[in-house]
């Protein structure tokens, strides 16, 4: 049951970024590409078990980045 419930919380997690992805997807299509997608998908089906840790010069080039800017 608790097996289950992990992969059906995970499929939910999916799914929502499925949406929000093809959403971004085409009122941006220039930057985005369905790799961008499968990258994503898979840190949910093998989550990492390591923390990365950014300064705040790596987060501000990470939004820019996501930005567009």
Request: proline share 1%.
């Given at each position: ?46 989550p ?22």
């Amino acid at each position: 049951m608790i097996t289950d419930h992990t992969e059906k919380i995970k499929e939910k997690q999916k799914s929502g970024i499925i949406t929000a992805f093809y959403s971004a997807y085409f009122s941006r299509f220039k930057t985005l590409s369905s790799s961008d997608l499968e990258e994503v998908l898979k840190h949910i089906d093998n989550p990492s078990k390591q923390k990365v840790i950014m300064s705040g010069e790596e987060m501000y080039g990470v939004m820019k980045r996501l930005a567009g800017i």
